[in-house]
């Protein structure tokens, strides 16, 4: 589906804008430059950093590659970040999207990622949210599109967990016997 992915994994990178000193890992794949030094894939590894967020992503991507508003995976595993910053809401092509490894502990964060439609593919496993109650089912109801999550298939059987769990309670009419109670008190 992907070009080979431009790789500045393990390169104690502190900031985003900081690959734009640093060469890519080589690996089996190489990715494709253009004659301007520009890379023509789709896919960014930046795992396993020193990053705490994403600030300069737009601009080092339009550095990067191509068509960087084209990024459609991007693999941000095992730094600091604490935050989804707006930027990743611009990618309106991200399908994939590696965010496990790093200290994200609101929920609210997650709910950011709704603005991206494309996007399939998620991990936030081994953040402090995933030991929240309900995390999977949030995360599904949050992220509609999603089909896998923490590399597990989301299934028919998930989705109904999560509209169960995610419904308003009901609107219960009080009894006759729970009416006199609330009257005598």
């Not at 929240?132 to 999550?149: C, D, F, S």
Request: net charge positive; aromatic share 8%.
């Amino acid at each position: 589906m992907f070009r080979a992915p431009v790789d500045f994994s393990f390169k104690d990178l502190c900031s985003v804008e900081d690959v734009l000193a640093e060469e890519p890992n080589k690996g089996m794949r190489v990715p494709w430059r253009t004659s301007e030094g520009k890379f023509a894939s789709q896919a960014l590894r930046l795992n396993n950093n020193l990053l705490t967020d994403t600030t300069g992503l737009m601009e080092t991507l339009s550095a990067l590659f191509v068509e960087p508003k084209r990024l459609a995976w991007l693999d941000l595993s095992f730094n600091k970040i604490t935050h989804i910053h707006p930027v990743l809401t611009e990618l309106a092509e991200l399908r994939v999207l590696y965010l496990h490894g790093n200290s994200m502990c609101s929920f609210s964060e997650v709910d950011k990622l709704g603005a991206l439609p494309l996007l399939h593919t998620i991990t936030l496993h081994g953040n402090s949210i995933e030991t929240e109650q309900g995390y999977r089912n949030y995360v599904i109801t949050a992220l509609p599109h999603l089909k896998m999550m923490d590399f597990s298939v989301i299934t028919k059987q998930d989705r109904i967990m999560a509209s169960i769990w995610h419904r308003p309670p009901r609107n219960r009419k009080p009894t006759n016997r729970s009416a006199e109670n609330i009257s005598k008190k």
